[in-house]
């Protein structure tokens, strides 16, 4: 095998702003990516997480190509993703696939699920044999059987749908699939089973994801490492042992109190994120407002600080 370098995806000092407000004298923009400095792996699972408006989406957008950045790098398999050939952008377009949260709106209701598997195969021009092929196995590969490939999505449950999602996402063989929430709709028991599959996936087939999950239980079951946004920052990032063992951020710790307490004996009392009230601040930590723990340090912008194995965005790391 050919020996290369073990990031799939590297991405540096990534922004993305929105226009939330346009008069005639002043647009108001939202920063919703700040900044933003992470790699993946092949062969792994970054989970991102962050309460809901964090971030997390547009960064897994950002990574796709789906929406245009404003600011930053980002390099897959070594080569800017801004800067590819026609050639080069229909191998990064094979080589990258996503899974959203609801397959309810993610599949077309009017397709079989034979269909809506062969659509990518398709347009990636594979003859039609090869497609029997390949869809066959790839439904087998999520955990159900060829008998779905004749339903429609009405007729399947919230996981199966799901699950459909997922053999559609690998059909083409991809190197990084972006999960976005995609267990946040289903059930607990559901759930699960979905986590075992991208568990799966990643150690059968290689694949790396980015999975994004607001819930850092979630998050904590199948990451090799973690990143922690809040306000379209990055908190924390590093091995997610460490860092669940461990955390470091002010706000991690809160993320991770507030968890259901396994053993309670080990968690400390949930703390109500909303108990500090602080005024907000132009500059400075954006966590500042929020922080149990802030001083009047915490009004100048924090340094990305090397600990262990992570980066920890706080002046008391
Ligand atoms: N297309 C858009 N136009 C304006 N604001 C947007 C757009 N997409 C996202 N945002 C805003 O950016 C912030 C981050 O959104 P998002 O990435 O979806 O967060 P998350 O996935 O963590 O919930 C939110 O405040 C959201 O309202
Ligand atoms: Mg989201």
């Known amino acids: 095998m050919e020996s290369h370098s073990p990031t799939l995806l590297k991405v540096e000092n990534l922004s993305k702003k929105f226009l939330i407000k346009k008069t005639l004298l002043k647009k108001e923009y939202f920063k919703a990516v700040d900044r933003v400095s992470f790699?993946?792996?092949?062969?792994?699972?970054?989970?991102?997480?962050?309460?809901?408006?964090?971030?997390?989406?547009?960064?897994?957008?950002?990574?796709?190509?789906?929406?245009?950045?404003?600011?930053?790098?980002?390099?897959?398999?070594?080569?800017?993703?801004?800067?590819?050939s026609r050639q080069e952008e229909k191998k990064f377009r094979k080589d990258t696939a996503v899974v959203f949260q609801d397959p309810r709106t993610s599949l077309n209701p009017r397709l079989k699920v034979r269909q809506i598997l062969e659509e990518p195969l398709i347009i990636h021009g594979y003859p039609k044999e090869e497609r029997e092929k390949i869809?066959?196995?790839?439904?087998?590969?999520?955990?159900?059987?060829?008998?779905?490939?004749?339903?429609?999505?009405?007729?399947?449950?919230?996981?199966?749908?799901?699950?459909?999602?997922?053999?559609?996402?690998?059909?083409?063989?991809?190197?990084?699939?972006?999960?976005?929430?995609?267990?946040?709709?289903?059930?607990?028991?559901?759930?699960?089973?979905?986590?075992?599959l991208i568990k799966k996936l990643k150690e059968e087939k290689g694949i790396s994801f980015l999975f994004i999950s607001h819930d850092l239980n979630v998050i904590g079951m199948l990451s090799d490492s973690i990143m922690v946004i809040y306000r379209g920052k990055i908190m924390e990032k590093g091995e997610a042992k460490s860092i669940l063992k461990k955390p470091a951020h002010p706000y991690t710790k809160i993320l991770l109190d507030s968890l259901p307490p396994e053993h309670p004996s080990q968690r400390k009392k949930i703390q109500n994120i909303t108990e500090v009230y602080r005024e907000e601040i132009e500059e400075g930590c954006v966590f500042y407002s929020r922080c149990p723990e802030a001083t009047d340090q915490c009004r100048t912008e924090p340094p990305y600080k090397k600990i262990d194995n992570r980066e920890v965005y706080c002046h008391f790391a």
């Not at 993946?40 to 190509?65: A, F, H, M, P, W």
């Not at 449950?157 to 059909?171: D, E, F, H, L, T």
């Not at 267990?183 to 759930?191: C, G, I, K, P, R």
């Open 135 to 196: 869809i066959s196995s790839s439904i087998v590969e999520a955990g159900l059987d060829e008998t779905f490939l004749e339903r429609y999505p009405s007729e399947l449950s919230g996981g199966q749908r799901q699950r459909v999602a997922i053999a559609r996402s690998i059909v083409l063989s991809p190197k990084m699939i972006v999960a976005d929430e995609p267990t946040s709709a289903l059930d607990v028991s559901v759930q699960l089973q979905i986590i075992n």
């Open 39 to 84: 790699c993946l792996d092949y062969n792994q699972v970054l989970g991102v997480v962050g309460e809901s408006g964090s971030g997390k989406s547009t960064i897994g957008r950002l990574i796709l190509k789906l929406i245009s950045k404003d600011e930053g790098k980002i390099e897959f398999e070594g080569k800017d993703i801004y800067t590819l």
